[in-house]
């Protein structure tokens, strides 16, 4: 038991030391990343011939209705990184769109 509570003191000492410094605005800016990134596996896939499957209809409707609103969201605030990340990112899943639509 008390190689556990050791464990876990470490633990806890190293999320708070390498984690501090991030901030909300950084978290916020990856989980844009991941959700732009939840598709493109099976997209990219379905491209290349390796699948013959679309992703769900549902986590695709889900992943670009949540991108919007924080597409909205970062207007109305002004904020630019969001701005310019979402929209890349609309802009990337677009053209892969448009490969599969298109091929």
């Known amino acids: 038991m008390e190689k556990f509570d050791l464990y876990f003191v ?12 991030l901030s909300s605005e950084a ?3 990856l989980a844009v990343v991941f959700i732009h990134c939840a598709t493109i596996p099976s997209v990219l896939s ?4 390796m699948s013959d499957k679309l992703p769900s209809l549902d986590v695709v409707m889900f992943a670009w209705g949540g ?9 109305i605030q002004r904020d630019m990184l969001n701005i310019i990340t979402i929209g ?5 899943q677009a053209f892969l769109l448009a490969l599969v639509v298109f091929k």
């Open 27 to 29: 978290i916020g800016w």
């Open 10 to 21: 470490s633990l806890k000492n190293f999320v708070r030391d390498k984690f501090s410094h």
């Open 46 to 49: 379905l491209i290349i011939g």
């Open 88 to 92: 890349f990112g609309f802009f990337i």
């Open 67 to 75: 991108l919007l609103l924080m597409f909205i969201r970062a207007l």
